[in-house]
Structure formats: structure tokens, C-alpha cells
């Protein structure tokens, strides 16, 4: 049984994707994007999206992504507003600062990893417009938030308009993306309203490894081809790319997938409240972060689990739980079973007789 909760990364590709990927292993195709399957990715994101002159790039990780898309937004002298708890912040080794050559992010505070708009509003008056301040560059957001929080799409489009007003450019870090339209129950166009580029994640939610980098404005396609080339993103086998993303794409397999892992997310917060863990936040999807006792957590360890930590004090750690695709009903009970000090293949057994 699997037990292993640390990420969605964790989690096996699709069957849908991995049929996809087996089936562009066969013959001739022409390299660097210029094959059929290409075409027909860029054709699918536009309806997706609902962005008719949308351009895709295929990038094989989000930090690619995320770093790429910011450098086409900003210029080395201008800055990007991100919540402090962002993955362009702490997850990226600098690499949207090297990517743009030198962009400055300036931090932006809000609970549970959501910025709000009044410090949105005051963070950008405070960023000077002479010689020796940097300028305006772009808002960067993230949704699902790093968290396992959620944006609505009001609160999205009240962020992106205060950007407009200031002449800010807009990007969406979206590697879980499929995850926060499963659970507004919205499309991608509706998310992606008010972007200029979004990062299209698939590798979190049952891809072997591909990410899009959606670019609204057709007039940022050319530098942002050079930009994927410079940095050594440019796939010469991309058809493994696009025969992923393809698959992803056909009959919304982004979404259903997606929603799997929500409803198993969801069901272990019920659970972890139930078992007297503290939720940090409201989960919205996959991803929950919850404080437990100490044994509790010594007892799950000790019978298998696998969950990443955060916090640790004398009694009880913070630990962090995703559940990708493919987790079952039974794998989450007996988690839960695990941290009540019962046997995780009891409580299996038992929820498959129930």
C-alpha cells in the first residue's frame, strides 16, 4: 500500500499519458517543436485557454516555467511582486532572479499564502520611480497558494486589476493549476482571465514531465522561443512533450485528474481534524498542512507514512500532506488509522468490507 504523502510528485504518470507517451515512440518526427503533435498542442491550449492567439512553450519543470515566463515579463532593473511564502521565493534557487538577469522580488505578506490587495497597493506605492529605485515589472500569484489555500476569482481578478492600474505585467504560477479550477469548479479561461502568462503545470498531476508556459500576447512569442533556447529548455525529442501534453489536453484528462486528487485531499482533512490534528489553513484541494502530536506522528512514521516536515517542537510537528491522482480512498484511511495508533492494514480492510 502506498503511503507516501510527501508530494504530488511522488505519484505515478497516468496510464492515459504514459499510452500517449509509448505511442510517440514510434518512427520519425521532426525535432524542436516543428512536429504535427506540436501543432496540435498549440491548437488545443488556445480552445483550452480560450486564447486564440495564444503561443505554448513545452518546458520539462515548473521552475523552468515560472523563471522562463518572468524573464519574458520583466527587464533586469524592474521587479516582481510575490507573496513571501511563493515558490519563485523559496523553492527556486534563485532562478527567476538569474533567468531575468538580475529582477529584484519584492515580498508581499498576506494569511494563508494569499497576498491581499491593500498590501498589494501599498507595496507598490512604496517602490520609487527615480534612477536608483528599481521599476515596476510584474505581479506574480500562485493557485493553488503554496499553502494549499485558494484564490477566487474575484479575489484574482481584484489582484490583476490593481496591476493594470499601475502598468504591471501579470503572471500565474500554476503548477497547480488543474487543482484550483477542480475545485472552484471553473475553467481555465476563467483562471486565466486577466494573465499574460501562465504557467501550465502537468507534472504534479499525472505527467512524466511537462510544463506550459502559456504566452497571451503573440508579440512575446519570438523573444520567448530565444529565451527557452538560451537556457537550454528547448527539447530536440519534444514530441515527448507534446504527446503528454496532448493527452493532458484530450477530453480535460487535466481536470479529472485534478479532481481525484482534491477528493482524496479533501478526505484526509476530514480525517486529520478528526484525529485532533490542527489545520494551518483551510485546504482548498490537495494539499493540507496540519500540526499533530508528537506520538501520533512517531506512530505513522514508525508503521510507513511518508510526509514532509516543516516544524518541529517539543510537542507536535507541523507536517505537510499531498495526495496526487492516484491515491485511493484506503491509502488515506490508513494514513489516518496509522496516526489513531491502529493498523493500517486493518483499517484497510475494513474500509474495503464497509
Not at 115 to 136: K, M, N
Not at 187 to 195: C, E, I, L, P, V
Not at 325 to 330: A, G, M, N, V
Request: aromatic residues 6%.
Amino acid at each position: 500500500m502506498n503511503l507516501n504523502f510527501a508530494s504530488d510528485n511522488t505519484g505515478p504518470v497516468a496510464p492515459k499519458i504514459m499510452e500517449a507517451m509509448l505511442a510517440a515512440n514510434t518512427g520519425a518526427a521532426m525535432p524542436y517543436g516543428n512536429d504535427p503533435s506540436m501543432d496540435e498542442v498549440t491548437q488545443g491550449i488556445r480552445r483550452t485557454f480560450d486564447m486564440p492567439e495564444a503561443t505554448t512553450l513545452l518546458v520539462t519543470v515548473g521552475t523552468a516555467a515560472n523563471a522562463l515566463a518572468l524573464a519574458i515579463l520583466v527587464q533586469p532593473y524592474e521587479t516582481v511582486f510575490c507573496h513571501r511564502t511563493s515558490h519563485i521565493e523559496l523553492d527556486e534557487c534563485g532562478a527567476p532572479e538569474f533567468y531575468s538577469g538580475g529582477a529584484k522580488l519584492t515580498l508581499v505578506d498576506g494569511p494563508d499564502g494569499k497576498i491581499c490587495a491593500e498590501a498589494l497597493r501599498a507595496a507598490i506605492e512604496r517602490v520609487g520611480t527615480d534612477l536608483h529605485s528599481v521599476q515596476l515589472g510584474a505581479l506574480s500569484l500562485t493557485n493553488l497558494t503554496e499553502l494549499g489555500t485558494i484564490y477566487t476569482l474575484d479575489e484574482l481578478r481584484t489582484l490583476t486589476g490593481i496591476a493594470r492600474e499601475y502598468g504591471l505585467y501579470t503572471h500565474l504560477d500554476g503548477a497547480r493549476f488543474a487543482n484550483a479550477c477542480a475545485a472552484l469548479g471553473c475553467s481555465a479561461a476563467d483562471m486565466a482571465q486577466g494573465f499574460d502568462m501562465i504557467s501550465f503545470g502537468g507534472t504534479k498531476n499525472g505527467c512524466m514531465g511537462v510544463e506550459g508556459i502559456v504566452i497571451r500576447d503573440p508579440e512575446m512569442a519570438q523573444q520567448a522561443q530565444f529565451r527557452r533556447k538560451r537556457a537550454g529548455h528547448l527539447w530536440s525529442k519534444n514530441r515527448f512533450l507534446a504527446a503528454q501534453m496532448q493527452a493532458y489536453l484530450h477530453d480535460d484528462l487535466w481536470l479529472q485528474l485534478a479532481a481525484q486528487a482534491n477528493v482524496a485531499g479533501q478526505r484526509l482533512a476530514k480525517g486529520l481534524r478528526e484525529v485532533g490534528a490542527r489545520l494551518e489553513a483551510e485546504p482548498a484541494g490537495n494539499m493540507i498542512f496540519a500540526r499533530l502530536p508528537r506520538q501520533a506522528h512517531n506512530r505513522a512514521f514508525a508503521g510507513g507514512a511518508q510526509y514532509s516536515l516543516s516544524d518541529e517542537n517539543g510537542d507536535g510537528v507541523l507536517a505537510r500532506f499531498v495526495c496526487d491522482w492516484s491515491k485511493t480512498e484506503d491509502e488515506v484511511d490508513a494514513l489516518l488509522a496509522l496516526l489513531q495508533g491502529k493498523s493500517a492494514q486493518n483499517a484497510a480492510t475494513s474500509a474495503a468490507t464497509a
